[in-house]
T-cell receptor
Framework: KQEVTQIPAALSVPEGENLVLNCSFT??????LQWFRQDPGKGLTSLLL?????REQTSGRLNASLDKSSGRSTLYIAASQPGDSATYLC???????????FGQGTELSVKP | EAQVTQNPRYLITVTGKKLTVTCSQN?????MSWYRQDPGLGLRQIYY???????DKGDVPEGYKVSRKEKRNFPLILESPSPNQTSLYFC???????????FGPGTRLTVL
């Protein structure tokens, strides 16, 4: 059974720092991996989606990488800002499509 | 505006009283899905639908029913709610089952 783990569970950094969030999964037979952001009391916003055949995706200050064979993905945030404070979740989709398994998330706090 | 809407946003009910949480999307998406989010357990998939009249179980389908009679709507039905179904529920949709998912704002359900 697929399991998704995110480390660390919480992270606090000063503004301007570059940071890396980690996501690992136990079964490499995935279709894609998505990174989401969730603000307190709100729904999820998709940040980046990496297909299983891809190695990375970039959007603005965000870069996500995928190493399917080792079951790992990282989300790199450059020059962090207080507005980046939120919970970041990764989710893997199985090969048949449709089933998503989420990690528990990393709660990020960026201090001014 | 492209969006996923859920109603109601907040609901307090009693054990055994049937309820329906509606989900609607205006993006002509084929794929829709329901999740519940609980502290310490994260987001877990309840049911998903790859297209009209096609539904499949996620990880935690017990106690829930869904139907997909038309593309834009995917209601979640709790025939006999129990306190362990107290949770934050999210509906999501995507173009197919393999693309970026768009989430609704969430429905906070309390079963007494």
């Amino acid at each position: 059974k697929q399991e998704v783990t995110q480390i660390p569970a919480a992270l606090s950094v000063p503004e301007g720092e570059n940071l890396v969030l980690n996501c690992s999964f136990t079964d490499s037979a995935i279709y894609n991996l998505q990174w989401f952001r969730q603000d307190p009391g709100k729904g999820l916003t998709s940040l980046l989606l990496i297909q299983s055949s891809q190695r990375e995706q970039t959007s603005g200050r965000l870069n996500a990488s995928l190493d399917k064979s080792s079951g790992r993905s990282t989300l790199y945030i450059a020059a962090s800002q207080p507005g980046d404070s939120a919970t970041y979740l990764c989710a893997v989709e199985d090969n048949q499509g449709g089933k998503l398994i989420f990690g528990q998330g990393t709660e990020l706090s960026v201090k001014p | 505006e492209a969006q996923v809407t859920q109603n109601p946003r907040y609901l307090i009910t009693v054990t055994g009283k049937k309820l329906t949480v509606t989900c609607s999307q205006n993006m002509n998406h084929e794929y829709m899905s329901w999740y519940r989010q609980d502290p310490g357990l994260g987001l877990r998939q309840i049911y998903y639908s790859m297209n009209v009249e096609v539904t499949d179980k996620g990880d935690v389908p017990e106690g829930y029913k869904v139907s997909r009679k038309e593309k834009r709507n995917f209601p979640l039905i709790l025939e006999s709610p129990s306190p362990n179904q107290t949770s934050l529920y999210f509906c999501a949709s995507s173009n197919t089952g393999y693309n970026e998912q768009f989430f609704g704002p969430g429905t906070r359900l309390t079963v007494l």
